[in-house]
């Protein structure tokens, strides 16, 4: 029997599959955050498509949090109805429908107002500015304003929080000793450069009952960055504390060359799941039914997180179920076209 095609359940909530759309930023909200007719389209497409869980890109905690000037806001009231309603048009076609938090730190590009902030005043490269070190008291923000955002996730209807702790964004960079200088309780031996993702995990778990995910850089491939022992380590601490899944991704936290090749990832997923006993998400270079169901097979990972192959196909799971002989799960208004 396939495992792609098994629900999953996480604290009481039912994932119909394995398939979960990776968070993938759009770029494509208006200038203040707000969803657009772009995201209207193009999320409810992938449940349709038969995805179990649909992740909502990184969505700012804070304004001068943004990735980029046209990324997802959260970090207001006002941005409550617009992704709500992406969340009613997911569940009205099927999928669990989950939001990713994120602030980027020193990864604000260029045209992001306001001070982008760090642990530490280094730069990421010569395109980014130069960060203000956060004081006590901006760090004391930053969590808050990651569970404001959590309590309107929850107004929103959403299933699932991710917190993004990876690629180099704000809590990658108090994670790692590349970029977290701090000789203060915030940075130092890896007890204290957890300190940040920890408050906001509890935080968050203040006001959020639900599955709660955070996605890591699981290795960050430079010889003086956190490799996938620290991170077992980290996966071990995020599981008494209560989070549910850790998303294994890697890299991106100082500019630095990855021989990507297919499910180059994944072996993080695994050394995670069995090294901490905590649910795993497998992602990068998925792209075939059998990758996938081998990968669940192999008990690497409980998820399998797909990117670039759902902006290529929404419809891949449709396609997967077929090929792997699972009960149907083609849209009936579809059914003549299969
Ligand atoms: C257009 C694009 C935007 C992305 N934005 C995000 C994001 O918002 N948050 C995140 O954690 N990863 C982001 N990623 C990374 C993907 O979630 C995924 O981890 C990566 O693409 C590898 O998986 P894939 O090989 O299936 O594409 C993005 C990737 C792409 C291609």
Request: charged fraction near 25%.
């Amino acid at each position: 029997m396939n495992r792609l095609f098994q629900p999953l359940q996480v604290k009481g909530m039912q994932i119909k599959n394995r398939i979960v759309m990776s968070p993938m930023c759009q770029y494509s909200a208006d200038q203040d955050g707000r969803v657009t007719d772009w995201h209207r389209v193009h999320y409810p497409a992938r449940a349709v498509g038969g995805v179990g869980l649909v992740i909502v890109e990184a969505t700012a905690v804070q304004a001068n949090g943004r990735i980029s000037s046209r990324d997802l806001g959260i970090w207001h009231d006002d941005h409550i109805a617009g992704l709500a309603e992406i969340v009613r048009l997911v569940k009205a076609n099927g999928a669990a429908i989950g939001i990713q938090l994120a602030h980027a730190g020193r990864k604000a590009e260029k045209d992001v107002p306001g001070v982008h902030e760090a642990p530490s005043a280094i730069p990421f490269s010569d395109a980014y500015e130069t960060p203000t070190a956060l004081d006590l008291q901006g760090i004391a923000e930053v969590v808050s304003n990651f569970q404001q955002a959590a309590v309107r996730a929850g107004k929103a209807g959403f299933d699932v929080i991710e917190i993004h702790a990876a690629h180099g964004y704000l809590i990658n960079q108090f994670l790692s000793p590349l970029t977290n200088r701090r000789e203060d309780e915030y940075g130092g031996d890896p007890d204290k450069r957890f300190r940040l993702l920890k408050e906001i995990v509890l935080a968050v778990k203040e006001v959020w009952q639900g599955p709660l995910f955070v996605r890591v850089s699981a290795e960050e491939y430079h010889p003086d960055g956190n490799h996938i022992e620290q991170y077992v380590d980290y996966a071990k601490r995020l599981k008494e504390l209560g989070v549910d899944l850790i998303d294994a991704s890697s890299g991106a936290v100082v500019p630095y060359r990855i021989d990507a090749y297919p499910g180059y990832q994944v072996p993080l997923a695994e050394k995670i799941r069995q090294g901490a006993g905590i649910a795993t998400g497998a992602v990068g270079l998925i792209t075939t039914a059998a990758q996938a169901e081998e990968i669940l097979q192999k008990d690497q990972a409980d998820l399998i997180f797909l990117g670039r192959e759902l902006l290529r196909n929404p419809y891949w799971p449709l396609h997967a179920g077929r090929e792997l002989e699972a009960p149907d799960n083609i849209p009936q208004q579809y059914l003549r076209a299969f």
